[in-house]
């Protein structure tokens, strides 16, 4: 991690300086004050081990032959997606600054040439998607374009028991916080209509008995969302001896 605030670094300066005639004056004998990092957590490590796909990860030495060797890192040019590093900040516990990748952790396309490679035995694909998993059970990750559809998505469904596309688009916008022109609007939904794929107003389609089965899917929405952040509390807790249901 760079040193990026100059309060910790003491400089003695010597203004004239001179050895065997030579001029060395300059900045001599350059110390990092003692720190403590207050932003590091080594929770998400004490997780990803003691999942099963994760356990490798403590045998990485962070030699960077999985990145070398990742297709999305070099063929396809994703230069942010470096598993090593992914690994790196897992390992130290830097969620703040993973957290900034909890999306393009998931472009890994489970190549393996990274398991193949690493001299190590870190079975790299797996941690990586356990890692990726951590920030997403673990509930901080920037919510991305997909996770806002998702999400009015089933605000939409649940309303009716059956999609209402413009309501859909109507929500996506706002959550999406944008405005699509009339005219474009317009446009699209009379295209829509004509190809028979736009179901509002009087042409929406009604489930029946949705009022009573409304309440029993927002229950199992709100218990797998319960199981979700369990799956982060309770390994961690376990592997750290701390009490389980501590929030992550
Ligand atoms: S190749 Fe293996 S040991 Fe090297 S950085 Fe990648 S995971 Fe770590
Ligand atoms: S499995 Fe994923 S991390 Fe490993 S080389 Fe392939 S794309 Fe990269």
Redesign the pocket.
Known sequence: MPIVEPSLVTVKREEKLELDGIDVSGDWNTFLEPRVHTDLDLKIVDWVRSQPQGE??S???????????CCMHTDYGLEEFN??YF??LAQIGYEEELRKYAQTIWRCVSCNK?VE??????K?EE?VHTIGTYLEVSGGAPESPADRFDRAYTENLLARGVLDEAALFRTYERLEGRKTPARDLLRLGFTMLLSGRLHTGPFAHRTRGWRRMRPVLTKILEEEERARRARVEAPASRARGGSPGRAP
Do not use: E, F, L
């Not at 490679?117 to 870190?122: A, D």
């Open positions: 490798t990860i045998r990485c030495w962070q030699c960077g032959t999985c990145t070398a060797g598993p090593r690994i790196y990274c490679r690493c001299p190590k035995g870190v790299v941690v």
